[in-house]
């Protein structure tokens, strides 16, 4: 079947600086999105959604840019904190079912 | 609000035996309950999809008679392992939706099950 994909399993970046967190998926026709973070031991937590007639959306410090052409999927965070380390899923509806891509631990350095 | 709850957060049982988990949905009325499995360093795959007062409908390759899910009630899915063994050790965790098939799903903290 389709699935969602990530690019990068780790990232690492210096608290206050931006982080990008990528995510492609291969189902052209989703039309829904969205980003989890989830801390050790919780579960997910929403972050922010998207639906296929935007290409972005701006949440309190965070970003979501979707590019339908390349089927590439990504949120930004403004200004990392500490607080901001985790794992980063999107996820896909499809099918009325979420389709989680691999995930990415961003770590912030102090 | 939106707040779903699992209990218990962990559990340790023996290979053999069987273990309930409980999804609450604590400020809503969720028509449709997930099952998410998570190993670790993995991310979450979903299991079943349940609907209240109706047979839960499962994703290819898990097994319905292992995996025995109810959902009684608008607040409450509860997942059943039976005779569990060591490879069913995981996280698990489930997610209510309160709305139509697109509306969002809120999810629980989810339980560390680990059979010894």
């Known amino acids: 079947g389709e699935s969602v994909g990530l690019h990068l399993p780790t990232l690492s970046v210096q608290e206050g600086d931006n982080s990008i967190i990528n995510c492609a998926y291969s189902?052209?026709?989703?039309?829904?999105f969205i980003w989890y973070k989830q801390e050790s031991g919780k579960g997910p937590q929403f972050i922010i959604d998207i639906r296929s007639n935007m290409d972005k959306r701006q949440g309190q410090r965070v970003t979501v840019l979707l590019n339908k052409t390349v089927k590439h999927l990504s949120l930004q965070i403004a200004a990392t904190q500490p607080g901001d380390s985790a794992v980063y899923f999107c996820?896909?509806?499809?099918?009325?079912?979420?389709?989680f891509g691999q995930g990415t631990r961003l770590t912030i350095n102090p | 609000g939106a707040v779903v709850s699992q209990h218990p957060s962990r559990v340790i049982c023996k290979s053999g035996t069987s273990v309930k988990i409980e999804c609450r949905s604590l400020d809503f009325q969720a028509t449709t309950m997930f099952w998410y499995r998570q190993f670790p360093k993995q991310s979450l795959m979903l299991m079943a999809t349940?609907?209240?007062?109706?047979?839960?409908?499962?994703e290819q390759g898990v097994e319905k008679d292992k995996f025995l899910i109810n959902h009684a009630s608008l607040t409450l899915s509860t997942l059943t392992v039976t005779s569990a063994h060591p490879e069913d050790s995981s996280f698990y965790i489930c997610?209510?939706?309160?709305?139509?098939?697109?509306?969002?799903?809120?999810f629980g903290p989810g339980t560390r099950l680990t059979v010894t």
């Open positions: 189902n052209s026709a989703s039309d829904y």
């Open positions: 997610s209510a939706q309160a709305g139509g098939p697109s509306s969002e799903q809120y």
């Open positions: 349940s609907n209240e007062g109706s047979k839960a409908t499962y």
């Open positions: 996820a896909e509806s499809e099918d009325q079912k979420l389709v």
